[in-house]
């Protein structure tokens, strides 16, 4: 291989790498319904709407109003997550898996937000104490 091409296949290459991950489909999906979903799944345990808000705005930073403006909007689950004013540091104590892939191996640091809201929708829904959900001990 010439010279040139190997620049040029160097480039190439390169240029692949620097290319965005495309964004997994689940961040266009409305949050309000998402939201929904994790109240239903909670209320099916017999826990409660009050509960899941206290663990979204734990893990997001998010006021309650805040919330509650968030779920009232048109928004989508990606810029929920990115729009988190102070995302709990102590989510990086968040440990297990989800749909069987470990929450602290995921790469994408959107998707592993999203991934730690849904652990912690999963804990209250078996019945986990909230201070252990919230990391508090």
Known sequence: MSTAKKAKAKAKAKAKQGAEAPRHR???????????????????KNRTKKEV?????????YTPAALQKQIKGDGDLGAFLAGAPAFNPAAKLI?????GVRVEEVADPLMRKMRYLDKLIDELAQGKAMEKILRQD
């Open 26 to 44: 689940v961040f266009a999906y409305q949050f309000a319904k998402i939201y929904l979903l994790y109240v239903q799944k909670a209320e099916r």
């Open 53 to 61: 808000d206290q663990i979204i705005c734990w893990l997001t930073g």
């Open 95 to 99: 440990k297990g898996t989800v749909c």
